[in-house]
């Protein structure tokens, strides 16, 4: 037996050795919210429908976005998320019914295809059906408003239709519904018909939400600027977190609400996980108002870190304030939980104050939970905490002064490393002096847990002499 033999915890050895074993002694691998993670809700005229596609920073350019979820305002939408710092957006297109586009092609002696959209839509597709330069090969080309989408090549011969089948097995735009063997015509911009896209209701967006439950999210944005829909959407979001989902979501007014209203709407909210948003901005390529408002100042605030303020946050692109405020109406908004855009002092837009809709806090919260930062560091702060003790109960911690002293160790461990970040100023996990340990449960607090927030008010005094 060599030197150094393994032994098991409490195992007595017959013979005379050193043995050792390995333990975790607590570094477990720390946790950070994932940034850039957002999510939406649309209608459209192109994707998936009761599915959520997940869509990357990389696909935001227009044909990408076009190929994937559609055009129109839903395009506008993530292209604004993406402007903002999105990295990733869980998309969900709402809805019921509509039609798939058809086109049968057919030899009347021979083979025939019919051919379908893959989704129902508006979108009218053209598919061009001829000789390759190849003489054993025939292509297929498929044309949206005189532009090519797709064209692929395939053998000729008394199998066409089936062979046509097989690589339409790639397109992004078309199925084949059935096909039967046999050598097909050639057509010229024959238009697949009888498409239309879904019907979208209230209550699609209200079905679509349970979608998301199983993606990690940020925060939510819909394409619409529906009250009735928002307070579904809040719902939704509280839901979440009540189940231990950290999240929150981003709306905005469509500006056809007079001032006070706009205030009364971001009041009836009074959440801090909801951002309310009462003006736009216009940029060198279209007024950000609304939705599109929403979207881009949400695509700001998941993609910085937990410690990033939104006050005087400028908007890239921005030219002009679309519904600037008078200066009572900007301390009003800052007292009421509406968020505004206002112009620096170099005349750039910017959101004026990084807040969200807690106007009155409740038993359990305090006024910190209004700063939009600070919320997201408390977030931040309580999910790596969650998981360090989650991962410690995993291995089987005992329920007694040691194994409790194991998880404050870890727990402290996190919040060092923030006050390092400079997300915390202090604060320390200890064993409730309220309610003692006993049997399976332990319950902790905190001590002197305070989370910093950026400098945003200076007051200067100036004291002259003559």
Do not use: C
Request: proline share 3%; charged share 25%.
């Amino acid at each position: 037996m060599g030197i150094g033999a393994m032994f098991k915890l409490g195992e007595q050895k017959a013979r005379p050795n050193v043995y050792v074993r390995w333990y975790n002694a607590g570094g477990y691998k720390s946790y950070a919210r994932p940034l850039g993670v957002g999510a939406a809700l649309v209608k459209s005229n192109w994707g998936p429908l009761g599915a959520v596609q997940t869509i990357e920073a990389s696909d935001n350019d227009p044909a990408t976005l076009k190929k994937l979820i559609g055009s129109g305002l839903v395009a506008e939408l993530l292209e604004e998320a993406f402007l903002g710092g999105a990295v990733f957006m869980h998309t969900v297109r709402v809805g019921n019914g509509g039609a798939k586009g058809k086109l049968t092609i057919q030899e009347a002696s021979a083979g025939n295809i019919e051919l379908t959209t893959k989704y129902p839509t508006s979108r009218k597709f053209e598919v061009t059906l001829r000789d390759a330069l190849d003489p054993s090969k025939r292509e297929i080309i498929i044309t949206e408003e005189g532009r090519q989408l797709e064209s692929y090549s395939y053998e000729a011969g008394d199998n066409e239709a089936l062979a046509l089948t097989e690589v339409l097995t790639k397109s992004a735009y078309l199925d084949v519904k059935k096909a039967k063997e046999g050598s097909l015509p050639s057509v010229v911009s024959q238009q697949l018909i009888g498409g239309s896209d879904p019907t979208v209701t209230a209550e699609d967006y209200t079905s679509a939400m349970p979608l998301l439950e199983t993606k990690f999210f940020d925060s939510l944005i819909l394409d619409t600027e529906n009250t009735a829909l928002q307070a579904s959407a809040q719902a939704f979001i509280r839901r979440r977190i009540q189940e231990g989902y950290r999240t929150s979501a981003v709306f905005a007014n469509d500006l056809e609400d007079d001032f006070n209203t706009r205030i009364q709407k971001a009041k009836a909210f009074n959440d801090f996980a909801i951002i309310y948003i009462g003006n736009a901005v216009r940029t060198t390529t279209r007024v950000l108002k609304g939705a599109l408002a929403a979207a881009r100042v949400m695509g700001t605030m998941i993609s910085g870190t937990y410690k990033s303020s939104l006050t005087k946050n400028t908007i890239d692109g921005a030219v002009e304030i679309v519904g600037e405020l008078k200066s009572q109406e900007y301390i009003e908004a800052a007292n009421n939980g509406l968020m505004v855009f206002s112009l620096n002092s170099d005349g750039i837009p910017q959101i004026d104050y990084g807040i969200n809709t807690l106007a009155s806090i409740g038993e359990d919260e305090d006024e910190g939970w209004k700063k939009i930062r600070r919320m997201r560091t408390r977030y931040e702060l309580i999910d790596r905490i969650v998981r360090k003790v989650d991962k410690a109960m995993s291995n089987n911690v005992d329920n007694n002064p040691d194994g409790r002293q194991h998880v404050i160790t870890l727990a402290n461990g996190e919040i060092d490393q923030m006050i390092r970040d400079g997300g915390l100023e202090s604060g320390a996990m200890i064993v409730d002096p309220k309610t003692p340990p006993q049997g399976d449960s332990a319950w902790f607090t905190f001590d002197n847990l305070v989370d910093l927030d950026g400098l945003e008010k200076a007051y200067l005094a100036f004291g002259f002499k003559y």
